[in-house]
């Protein structure tokens, strides 16, 4: 994480009047998702030279830890793309741009109970779309007094 100056006097007082928000974890968001936006568009370039028409990655988290489960490239016939050699990219530094866009998008994710999603990625139309599904305990409680 790269260290910011904090904001002016009068963005300050509204931050401190919100007990949850953390200047420093909200500036790291923030840097996670221009690293997205820089990065995706040359990732997109490589994949679709090789073939690819389309992205599918999984995701999963929960008790303080997660990852991505999957990721799959196919070409417009849903057949899977082999992509050995084909990429400047590693598979690696395409799981940091989705781990990145993720925790922009849900901070904490994979805290607690978790989350856990998918991307399904349209190379062809440059259409992304992302579903997350939160994970909560819950609980209903009675109380009786007497009979």
């Not at 988290?61 to 997660?66: P, Q």
């Not at 607690?112 to 992304?128: K, M, P």
Request: hydrophobic share 30%; aromatic share 10%; with cysteine.
């Amino acid at each position: 994480m790269t260290q910011s100056n904090p904001p002016p006097d009068d963005q300050a007082a509204k931050i401190n009047a919100l007990p949850t928000f953390s200047f420093s974890l909200a500036q790291y968001e923030r840097e996670r998702l221009e690293n997205v936006r820089r990065h995706l568009p040359e990732a997109r370039r490589q994949l679709k030279d090789a073939g690819v028409k389309h992205v599918h990655i999984d995701y999963d988290g929960c008790g303080d830890s997660g990852c991505i489960e999957s990721i799959t490239y196919t070409d417009g016939q849903g057949s899977a793309v082999d992509l050995t050699g084909k990429l400047a990219i590693s598979e690696e530094q395409l799981f940091d741009l989705f781990y990145d866009l993720t925790q922009a998008r849900h901070p904490g994710w994979e805290n607690n109970d978790g989350a856990y999603g998918e991307f399904d990625w349209n190379l062809t139309e440059d259409a992304l779309k992302h579903t997350h599904n939160d994970r909560f305990t819950d609980y209903d409680t009675t109380e009786h007094e007497g009979l």
